[in-house]
């Protein structure tokens, strides 16, 4: 990367990168990219230190997460690669015109490579996080998005508490590539000047007047108050929806799975069964923990199947139940063996193997689906303290997903063992991990990712109805939901596997077990 200026021959605004648009590859399209009908550029605004990276960052990894393909374009980057060695805050006066030409090629360059990433990469979303804190800046990259045909949003973080600045300061520059040296007075000093620096060509969006017409929200006091204007499409409103729920403040959040149930030990998936008797054990366990690591005010999720309340109720606290934190509906192939899916079902198994994120069960759900349902969990989940999510193996693997920044093909294959509880922290740019396995042995109900490159074919994959079976004519929806302790007042309808021969009955499944890429994640894994 190199702020020079680039070969034009692959034009941003280039017919036929047009006409082959890849934004509608199989590989990249989900629910949400349907909500772009033209790329949009998400530009950032504000004075250094107001958090424009955190939520830059931060909204990139939601998007990506529901499926809409976004990149981050940090202008910082570009003006690393200029001028390698960094001296001090004299580099962002107004009147140095030497830098003040490598600025604004730094910027043209950045654009340039917005109008690939969304033009010929297939990407949707591209966020610019720079100052863009003068007019001028913000005319140019208009001009730039209505040359290309693309929709901007503009993201304004106006901040003037000191002690928010201060602890920015701190906490993230510090540590910065301009200050190798990392001696916190001296970046203290030198940030604070190089704020002043931009406060005298500073003009925030005028709501009233010069930007009346544009689209923005300006986030106030990291969140204390809004200002939405003209927001023009329901990606925007999505935008304007996660920007206002993410809060700046230290807490936690605890996942994990429910004790293992009696099914688990069958090998079975789905299901509503009960815990096991090793199960019992971990949910006792699980009291412990949160009673020697002192987890107060702590709020307790669950599901409404019956090994996430039955964990629960063991730790003798306040807890709430949700729906959409059931695990993965498994259709036909409910309360069945991977080994009994295999023979009843081959066609249904090989495409799932094909691409496990797509897939829906018939009369299920994909992990796809999955994640469009947990989005008012994560939601929540940025507004809450402290909270422990006893959850599905399905389904804290998508929490985890979102988390830890995986993608598609990753997050099927996210490694949640059975009693282990994970404690997720929020840092600067990123999630700290920590893994407490408590000393219970239970079954691994984890299914690697097949070898190999496997065949796939797309248009079996994706089903407009939810409940086309292609392979059983066992077409009986059954309900599986009903309170602890209760049984349906309506007998249910013959399982899948009752109607299968014995010997396939009493075949045992492949099995289950968090990995991580790095060391620095697992860092914080202990034994309780």
Not at 52 to 67: C, D, P
Not at 81 to 104: L, Q, T
Not at 374 to 383: A, S
Request: hydrophobic share 35%; with cysteine; proline share 5%.
């Amino acid at each position: 990367m190199s702020c020079t200026q680039r070969d034009n021959g692959a034009s941003t605004n280039s017919t036929e990168a047009k006409k082959t648009d890849p934004r509608c590859n199989e590989k990249k399209c989900s629910w949400a990219s349907y909500m772009t009908n033209s790329p949009t550029m998400i530009v950032m605004i504000g004075l250094p230190a107001r958090g424009k990276t955190y939520m830059s960052k931060k909204l990139t990894r939601y998007l990506n997460w529901i499926g809409v393909p976004t990149k981050v374009f940090n202008l910082g980057v570009y003006r690393r690669e200029a001028v390698r060695a960094y001296k001090s805050y004299d580099f962002f006066r107004h009147d140095n015109e030497e830098a003040m030409k490598i600025r604004k090629q730094c910027a043209l360059v950045a654009l340039q490579d917005v109008g690939v990433y969304l033009s010929e990469e297939g990407g949707q979303i591209a966020v610019f996080d720079a100052t863009n804190t003068t007019r001028e800046r913000r005319d140019l990259i208009q001009a730039f998005v209505k040359e290309n045909g693309f929709k901007v949003f503009f993201v304004e973080s106006v901040c003037d508490d000191p002690d928010v600045i201060a602890a920015n300061i701190l906490e993230v520059k510090v540590s910065s590539p301009d200050y190798p040296e990392k001696h916190r007075e001296r970046v203290m000093e030198d940030f604070l000047k190089r704020i002043e620096c931009y406060k005298v060509t500073y003009q925030p969006l005028d709501p009233d007047d010069y930007d009346k017409d544009l689209s923005f929200i300006k986030v106030i006091n990291v969140g204390q108050r809004f200002l939405v204007n003209r927001v023009q499409d329901y990606i925007q409103s999505k935008i304007v929806y996660y920007l206002m729920n993410i809060h700046v403040h230290s807490h936690s959040i605890y996942l994990c799975r429910h004790g293992e149930s009696n099914h688990n030990v069958e090998g079975r998936i789905g299901g509503d069964s009960e815990l096991s008797p090793r199960g019992k054990q971990f949910a006792h366990a699980l009291r412990d923990f949160i009673d020697e690591y002192e987890l107060l005010d702590l709020k307790v999720w669950t599901s409404q199947l019956r090994r996430t309340i039955q964990t629960a109720e063991e730790l003798g606290v306040p807890y709430e139940q949700w729906k959409i934190l059931n695990e993965i509906d498994a259709g036909v192939c409910e309360e069945m063996t991977y080994q009994m899916i295999q023979e009843t079902f081959p066609e249904e198994f090989a495409l799932r193997d094909q691409d496990k994120y797509h897939y829906r069960y018939p009369g299920g759900e994909s992990y796809q689906d999955l994640v469009q349902r947990l989005e008012p969990v994560i939601m929540e989940l940025e507004r809450q303290g402290n909270v422990l999510v006893i959850c599905h193996q399905a389904v804290m693997r998508c929490l985890l997903a979102y988390f830890l920044d995986k993608g598609a093909d990753d997050l099927p294959y996210m490694k949640c063992p059975l009693h282990t509880v994970l404690k997720l922290t929020p840092v600067a740019y990123g999630c700290k991990v920590e893994m407490f396995y408590l000393n219970v042995e239970a079954v691994n109900t984890h299914r690697d990712r097949p070898l190999g490159n496997v065949p796939r074919d797309s248009a079996l994959i994706h089903r407009r109805n939810s409940y086309t079976p292609l392979s059983s004519h066992d077409q009986v929806k059954r309900p599986r939901l009903y309170s602890a302790g209760n049984q349906p007042w309506l007998p249910l309808a013959p399982t899948p596997s009752a109607l299968m021969p014995e010997r396939l009955q009493s075949q045992d499944s492949l099995c289950e077990g968090i990995d991580f890429d790095s060391s620095e994640e697992s860092s914080g894994c202990v034994r309780f």
